[in-house]
């Protein structure tokens, strides 16, 4: 079922229906360019993450600018990029089941496609769904640099399936995915540098082993929003991963910098624009974008513009917000913008992209990969 768009173009911003996924087109345009800005000169590229924003028109935009390509989370968003237009992208994760590791080996007859393991019986897998389709597919070895979640050790047991994956008929030893997750949040800049830059050692000693058996990494990828100027000046890491500077979020705005300053390096281009439906009392309200509107796994969305209203809690269709600290007049039926503590998950939760320049809708674009969960 296709969901018709809530505005159209040319409408002015106060009209359209809520809740929608609103991009402040300005703003979003000067993240894109402060993030090609930071890489200039550089001996890194941007692979941006698509898993933030969901769309081959954001990846194409980033491309102009010089990303290398995209990464992806799962099997159907890169299809959705690679459907979209998008030539080269990196699912830079697991992909496991034969029926996952089939689509992936025909997508890589349309475009440039690679793909992480961290498992010798999952190369074996890859390598014979390669095989059923004739084409050759980069694998990368991801390595634990501390997140403790996916990757084999570095040193030795990324050799042992560095190996692997050159050894296979069907396979291309692409080379290291080092991503280090839990470090983008880490609110202490110093403690986020020290971090990062650990992580950035152990990925220089794998690459070195590597090397020293014949084995070259292409790629070395990894690096996000909160981290990525130190991967950048590591001289490791040749392609980096940043996906949220696009959009940012309210938990990327708790990060601190180097002057202790709140990380304000790009700026919130995206928020949930929502209605007043429900004003019972003079200290509360209530919005029509609850949880079903909102990710909250990285706490409550922020109210632009109004620090002194809270929005105290989600239900599947109501946000709560606390009016008792404002002296400004909020009635029903007012419209308010609503800075998502996580903007992923939150993109994840529509179709449309609401695209707005000087109040105005300028552009509707589709949330492609929306759902691509498979």
């Known amino acids: 079922m296709s969901i018709r768009p809530p505005a159209e173009i040319g409408m002015a911003l106060e009209e359209v229906d809520t809740p929608a996924l609103v991009i402040e087109l300005d703003a979003f345009e000067r993240n894109l360019a402060r993030m090609a800005n930071a890489l200039e ?5 941007l692979r941006a993450h698509s898993k933030t924003h969901k769309s081959p028109i954001v990846g194409l935009k980033q491309m ?7 990464c992806c989370q799962k099997v159907g968003e ?12 990196l699912v830079s ?5 034969a029926s996952k590791l089939r689509r992936l080996a025909a997508l890589s007859k349309q475009a440039w496609v690679g793909v992480c393991a961290d498992d010798a019986g999952n190369v074996e897998d890859i390598d014979r769904a390669a095989a059923e389709f004739d084409t050759t597919i980069d694998v990368l070895v991801e390595i634990d640099v501390g997140a403790g979640r996916c990757g084999v050790e570095p040193g030795e047991p990324a050799l042992d399936l560095a190996s692997k994956i050159d050894s296979c008929s069907n396979l291309r030893f692409g080379g290291l995915q080092a991503y280090h997750g839990r ?4 609110r202490d ?5 020290a971090v990062t830059e650990a992580a950035v050692e152990l990925t220089r000693q794998t690459v070195a082993l590597l090397k020293a058996h014949k084995l070259d990494c292409d790629i070395v990828g990894g690096a996000g929003t909160g981290s990525f100027h130190f991967e950048a000046e590591g001289g490791v890491h040749n392609e980096l991963q940043a996906g949220s500077y696009v959009f940012m979020d309210a938990d990327y705005g708790r990060n601190l910098n180097q002057d202790g300053g709140f990380f304000d390096e790009f700026e919130n281009s995206l928020c949930v624009y929502a209605t007043v439906m429900s004003k019972p009392t003079d200290d509360r309200c209530s919005v029509d974008a609850g ?3 909102l990710a909250t796994d990285s706490g409550m969305p922020v109210v632009e513009g109004m620090a002194e209203v809270e929005y105290l809690r989600a239900a599947d269709e109501h946000g709560l917000l606390d009016l008792g600290k404002t002296n400004r007049k909020i009635e029903l039926g007012d419209k308010l913008k609503l800075i998502p503590g996580h903007c992923d998950p939150t993109v994840n939760l529509y179709d449309w992209y609401v695209c707005v320049r000087n109040g105005k809708v300028e ?3 589709p949330v492609a990969a929306r759902g691509a969960m498979y």
Not at 41 to 45: A, I, L, S, Y
Not at 64 to 70: E, P, S
Not at 78 to 89: L, N, Q, R
């Open 41 to 45: 000169g550089k001996p890194v590229k």
């Open 291 to 293: 949880l079903k509107a």
């Open 189 to 193: 800049y110093a403690e986020r540098k």
């Open 64 to 70: 102009a600018l010089g990303a290398v390509g995209l």
């Open 363 to 365: 552009a509707l674009w």
């Open 78 to 89: 890169a299809e959705a990029m690679v459907a979209g237009g998008i030539p080269s992208v």
């Open 183 to 186: 470090s983008q949040h880490i």
């Open 93 to 97: 994760n697991q992909v496991v089941g």
